[in-house]
C-alpha cells in the first residue's frame, strides 16, 4: 500500500510515519512545505490512502488560514476527481472547527470540502476534530501549553500560567496514531471520529504534575507514570531532555561493610535500592511488624538468616548471583545477610514501602 502523508514533517506527521513503518508500511510519500506542486500531483496519481495533515495555525496573516487549511485541502479532491479517484482521505481538522474564528472557518471549510468529494466519488473521508494533542516532537513556544511547559521545567526556564483553573482537553499522539493507522484496514463509515482517550485537565494542574517530575530526580519519589494520562505526560516531559539530562546522579551512603543506595521511591508501590557487603560482612539484623522486603542477589554469595521472634525457630538460605532467585523477608521473623564469597557481594532490594524515619517498621534483633 502506497500512503500520502501532507505535513509529514510537522508534530503528528513525524510520529505517524514512524509508526507506520513500525508497522510494515514501507512506501511512504512525506510531503512537506519544502515540496512542489508538482511533487504533490505526482503523490496524488500513486497512493492508495492519503494522510492530509498539513495546515496552517500561527501564519502571518489573516487569509493565510483559508490557504493553508481550506485551499490546499481543495487543490487535492480537485485532483482526486479529475483522475476519478475515489482515494480514502484522512483530514487533521480542529475542535475549533465549530467556531466561529478565521481557523475555527477555515478548518470547517477543508471539512466541507472533502466531504462532498466523498458524496460525489463514493471515497471513504475520516475527519478528526482534534482537540490539544501532546507528545514527543510536538514545537514548544508555539501553539501547545504542554509542549512549552515541558520544554522550560525541563531545561530551567519560567513558566506562565495566567489562569491555573483554566481546562483544556488533550490526547496523546500514540492514540492520535493508532485511531489514524486503524483506517489503513478497516473500512469504517465516512464522517467526524474520535480520539479516545480524552484527558481534561486544568493547565494549573499540569504544571504542578510536571514540576513534580522535575524534582524526582532529587526526591526519587516518582508519580504513577506507568498508566493512563500520567503515563504519556511523563514520556512527553522526558522527551524535552537534553542529551546531558539522560543520566543523573543519586545518594549512596557508604560504611565500613560496603555501601547501600536508594535507586527510586514510588507512592503506592514501595522503594528500589541495592546494597553492597564486603566479605564476611553481614548485613540486617532486624526484623518488621508489616513491612516485606525482596532481595535478588546479582553478584556473589549470600548466607540468609532467618528467625522467628517468638518460637526461635531457624532457618537458613545460601544465594548465589546466578541463581536468579529472590528472597523475601517475612512479618515476625529476624533476618540478616553475610557475604560467605571472596568478592563484593551485590543485592538489589524492593521494599513495599518508602522508608519512614518516624515510623521504620524496624527493630534490631541479632540471631
Known amino acids: ?141 508555539y501553539n501547545s501549553v504542554v509542549a512549552t511547559f515541558c520544554y522550560n521545567i525541563a531545561n530551567d526556564l519560567p513558566i506562565s500560567v495566567n489562569d491555573p483553573n483554566a481546562q483544556i482537553n488533550l490526547v496523546y499522539i500514540d492514540n492520535v496514531c493508532e485511531h489514524f493507522i486503524h483506517h489503513l484496514v478497516n473500512d469504517d463509515a465516512s464522517g467526524i471520529q474520535t480520539i479516545k482517550p480524552v484527558y481534561p485537565k486544568t493547565v494549573g494542574e499540569i504544571a504542578n504534575t510536571l514540576e513534580s517530575f522535575k524534582k524526582s530526580k532529587t526526591t526519587l519519589v516518582t508519580e504513577n507514570v506507568g498508566t493512563g494520562f500520567l503515563r504519556a505526560l511523563y514520556s512527553t516531559y522526558i522527551s524535552y531532555y537534553t542529551k546531558e539530562q539522560f543520566s543523573y546522579s543519586v545518594p549512596s551512603y557508604v560504611d565500613p561493610r560496603g555501601s547501600f543506595c536508594e535507586l527510586l521511591k514510588t507512592k503506592e508501590a514501595g522503594q528500589f535500592s541495592f546494597f553492597t557487603a564486603h566479605p564476611e560482612v553481614t548485613r540486617g539484623g532486624h526484623y518488621h511488624h508489616s513491612k516485606n522486603e525482596k532481595f535478588l542477589v546479582i553478584q556473589g554469595q549470600a548466607k540468609f538468616r532467618f528467625k522467628h521472634m517468638i518460637t526461635n525457630e531457624l532457618y537458613e538460605l545460601d544465594v548465589s548471583g546466578e541463581d536468579y532467585r529472590v528472597v523475601e523477608t517475612v512479618p515476625g521473623w529476624t533476618h540478616d545477610i553475610t557475604n560467605i564469597g571472596n568478592n563484593d557481594l551485590i543485592v538489589m532490594l524492593w521494599a513495599n514501602e518508602i522508608f519512614d524515619r518516624d515510623k521504620p517498621d524496624t527493630f534490631a534483633s541479632n540471631i
Not at 107 to 116: F, M
Open 1 to 141: 500500500m502506497r500512503i500520502l502523508v501532507t505535513g509529514a514533517n510537522g508534530f503528528i506527521g513525524k510520529n505517524l510515519c514512524l509508526q507506520l513503518q513500525e508497522q510494515g508500511y514501507t512506501e511512504i510519500i512525506k510531503i512537506g512545505r519544502s515540496h512542489s506542486y508538482d511533487d504533490l500531483d505526482r503523490a496524488i496519481e500513486s497512493v492508495d490512502f492519503i494522510y492530509h495533515l498539513a495546515g496552517v495555525n500561527r501564519p502571518q496573516h489573516e487569509d493565510e488560514f483559508k490557504q493553508g487549511n481550506a485551499d490546499l485541502t481543495s487543490y487535492i479532491v480537485s485532483k482526486l476527481l479529475a483522475l476519478s479517484y475515489k482515494t480514502p482521505i484522512l483530514l487533521a481538522s480542529s475542535a475549533q472547527a465549530s467556531q466561529k474564528n478565521s481557523y475555527g472557518v477555515s478548518k470547517a471549510l477543508a471539512e466541507n470540502i472533502v466531504n462532498d468529494y466523498s458524496y460525489e466519488s463514493g471515497a471513504l473521508v475520516y475527519i478528526y476534530r482534534l482537540p490539544n494533542v501532546f507528545g514527543k516532537w510536538c514545537r514548544p513556544n
